[in-house]
């Protein structure tokens, strides 16, 4: 097919920092890297910030637009809106609060233009654990009015819907990466994401307090920056768990993270369908988790790891010693994540899926 009858893909995304690259960020990279190969579509990414995500998606040969340079969001809005008006746009797909906001500002400044472009959102999940978060949300939920199709990643998160007609429920998947398993003297347990309350650090440091209290060669490596990331500190050394835990800080590529990790904790007030689980399955690791949101989903419990109720620290570190003391266990729960992700958490599935949900608005 002729590039001239390509459709055009826009995606909306705005990484949580300058520096920081999450979940939804991650999930474009992995869709747009598979998008590119289709025939008929032409993906295009705009970011808000984050040059490191910048160089990753134009690694693919994707071309991305970055605000880096912008002073506010609305200098950035009058960005997009130059960058794309030399593109046919069929359609623009958002991911995220802001992604949204910035979408209808940009329709604003070019109704007439915009107005034929269809608008698919992607809802990775609404944190509601502030105030300031909670009228966000609600903010948010007047914008999926203007939505042709709308997608979340958590099954569960369907009944917030309103129009069920053009709702779609497509989990995350992931685009396997290589690595290679290290050999440790010390057993090493993994948190892997962003340095946010909702993702309750200071637990992973209270199960990391308990364990070591009765075994002192194990390792846990805390892989992330955020907010948190001073409070967690303090409370390393507050607990003098120095020799212990290790703030790896942020890490770009995933087979840095877990050639070196052979449980992951993830104990998480709230979450959608969280990559790292996923990304952990299928390098074959165990995992211990909070069953909330639609981990359930992803963990498979007492077959690909552990699921625990939310702040139960006692329930999690007691998973973490059977994984710690017993070998092959770790391995069998593994081999199983390895299976489960291959047959149902592949990018590749996710992404035909997505496929779908344009071809029925095109």
Not at 271 to 276: A, H, K, L, N, W
Request: glycine fraction near 4%; proline fraction near 2%; aromatic fraction near 8%.
């Amino acid at each position: 097919m002729s590039e001239l009858n390509k459709k055009y893909i826009v995606h909306i995304v705005q990484p949580v920092s300058t520096t920081t690259i999450g979940g939804a960020d991650m999930h474009v990279l992995d869709l747009v890297s598979l998008q590119k190969d289709r025939d008929d579509i032409i993906p295009i990414v705009c970011i808000r910030w984050n040059k490191t995500l910048k160089i990753r998606i134009e690694s693919l040969g994707v071309v991305c637009f970055c605000g880096e340079e912008c002073q506010n969001s609305l200098e950035y809005v009058l960005f997009l809106n130059e960058k794309l008006r030399e593109y046919n746009i069929s359609i623009v797909h958002s991911h995220g609060y802001d992604a949204n906001f910035q979408y209808l500002a940009l329709r604003l400044l070019a109704i007439k233009r915009m107005s034929k472009v269809k608008f698919v959102i992607t809802s990775h999940g609404w944190i509601e654990n502030t105030f300031a978060l909670k009228l966000k949300t609600r903010l948010d939920f007047l914008t999926h009015s203007f939505a042709d199709s709308h997608i979340v990643c958590a099954q569960n998160n369907l009944t917030r819907l309103r129009d069920h007609s053009i709702n779609y429920y497509i989990p995350n998947g992931i685009v396997p990466f290589t690595y290679e398993k290290k050999y440790n003297e010390r057993l090493r347990i993994g948190f892997v994401g962003r340095l946010s309350k909702e993702k309750r650090p200071d637990v992973f440091i209270e199960v990391a307090r308990k364990i070591i209290a009765k075994n002192k060669n194990i390792m846990f490596n805390i892989y992330g920056e955020g907010d948190e990331i001073e409070s967690i500190n303090n409370l390393i050394k507050l607990y003098n768990l120095e020799q212990n835990v290790c703030l790896m800080g942020q890490k770009v590529n995933r087979s840095d993270i877990f050639s070196n990790i052979e449980i992951l904790l993830l104990p998480s007030d709230t979450e959608s369908t969280p990559r790292v689980l996923i990304e952990a399955l299928s390098c074959g690791i165990p995992v211990v988790a909070t069953n909330v949101g639609d981990v359930s989903h992803i963990v498979i419990n007492n077959e690909t790891g552990f699921l625990v109720n939310k702040r139960d620290v006692e329930g999690l570190t007691k998973c973490i010693f059977n994984l710690i003391e017993d070998d092959s266990l770790r391995k069998k729960m593994g081999e199983n994540g390895i299976k489960h992700f291959i047959e149902n958490l592949s990018a590749l599935r996710m992404e035909q899926q997505v496929y779908n949900v344009y071809i029925n608005l095109l």
